[in-house]
């Protein structure tokens, strides 16, 4: 909107499609009169400016019920938002598969679109796979690709605001791609690039486990651990983007790397990849003594790493995701240390999102950079410095 002064009529004419536009998409087909209680603005600026909103496509006025026209008369005009007007998108990029999400202007899904990828793939061959699955989920739905009004996209590594990954050893390629440049030239709108572990947070937040909680930290607990977190209700990512990045830790020497960690004969593990885990930890549930010792060693390294966040930030609830979101028995021993390490155990709970977390959450993205367009009243969960790529 650019800086705020006074007595300009183009800002004041904004603010005024702003606040009814909310109250429009807040309601159920409000009338003229509701819209001018809830605002307080008057009835000729309200009329003024539902009419330039009906211009414009986002807002409809909905036929009357013929029961409701022949027991009033001519009843009053009633007008709803159209989620219809645009479409958004929500991507995850992961390791070992791309997948997407296609939504209305509401955030309610309207179709998911996935196809695997190799973990060795290299960046050119993984964004590929991206324009495949978009094109494929465009096609199904029969949405053009000129109504898409933003998209999300997240994926492992430290993303900076303008969309670059600064560093990711997830994915072959990934460090210093310019991920937002590049997917840009696939879309004619803004392009928003998180963490995967921070969508994933905001997913939990928006319809997940945490919906109740403004201050939580979610813990996306894979080979190398990251977390995302919310404090206030607001997405926390550190100066430079790197908050929550909890697979380091071993870098301080306290702790083993997973290779040693998950080791049932004393050398690391080489190639050490999903499946190699899933093997451990199958020996572990066959009672193999071994890969038990190893899998207790690893839910151990996933305890310290998470207490040292809540430790820092005093969360209200920890939300357990990723591969070992499935594991039996990753919650008591996690609830237990925490008990033991911090002044204030935090609740600790598993994801109810499941694999959707992070796809979901790079929708929440999306959806908040075009509430931020339309509304511009309140502050959304995901803001951020910088813009989006555009």
Not at 108 to 116: K, S
Not at 244 to 261: D, F, N, V, Y
Request: charge should be negative; hydrophobic fraction near 45%; include cysteine.
């Amino acid at each position: 909107m650019g800086r705020l002064t006074g007595g300009d009529p183009s800002l004041l004419r904004r603010i005024n499609s702003a606040v009814v536009l909310h109250a429009l998409r807040a309601a159920d087909s409000p009338t003229l009169t509701d819209l001018v209680q809830v605002t307080g603005l008057s009835r000729p600026t309200v009329e003024g400016v539902v009419e330039g909103l009906i211009e414009t496509g986002l807002v409809v006025e909905v036929p009357a019920e013929e029961g409701e026209a022949r027991r009033q008369g001519r009843p009053a005009r009633r007008f709803r938002f159209r989620t219809e007007a645009g479409h958004l998108l929500g991507i995850e990029i992961g390791p070992h598969r791309v997948a997407a999400l296609l939504s209305d202007l509401g955030g309610r899904v309207l179709d998911t679109a996935q196809r695997p990828v190799d973990e060795t793939a290299p960046a050119d061959e993984r964004l590929e796979r991206v324009r495949a699955v978009v094109a494929d989920l465009l096609r199904r739905t029969g949405v053009p690709r000129s109504s898409l009004r933003a998209v999300g996209a997240a994926g492992p590594g430290i993303v900076e605001s303008d969309g670059t990954v600064r560093l990711s050893t997830a994915l072959p390629g990934w460090t210093g791609l310019p991920l937002g440049e590049r997917l840009r030239r696939s879309f004619r709108c803004p392009v928003l690039v998180e963490n995967d572990a921070n969508a994933a947070a905001v997913a939990e937040h928006w319809q997940g486990a945490a919906t109740g909680s403004d201050d939580i930290v979610f813990v996306l607990a894979g080979l190398s651990p990251g977390a995302g977190s919310l404090i206030g209700g607001r997405l926390h990512r550190g100066f430079g983007g790197a908050a929550g990045e909890i697979g380091a830790l071993h870098l301080l020497g306290r702790e083993a790397t997973p290779e040693k960690l998950l080791s049932t004969t004393g050398e690391p593990l080489h190639p050490l990849d999903e499946a190699q885990v899933a093997a451990v930890f199958a020996a572990a549930r066959d009672g193999d003594t071994q890969a038990r010792e190893a899998v207790d060693r690893f839910i151990r390294r996933l305890v310290h790493d998470v207490a040292a966040l809540v430790l820092a930030l005093d969360p209200e609830l920890v939300v357990i995701g990723g591969w070992a979101a499935g594991l039996a028995g990753v919650l008591e021993p996690l609830r237990g240390e925490l008990a033991r390490y911090c002044l204030r155990p935090p609740q600790v709970v598993l994801s109810q999102l499941g694999e959707a977390a992070v796809a979901t959450g790079a929708l929440r993205l999306a959806l908040d950079h075009v509430e931020g367009e339309l509304f511009a009243v309140e502050g959304t969960v995901t803001g951020r410095r910088g813009t989006a790529a555009r």
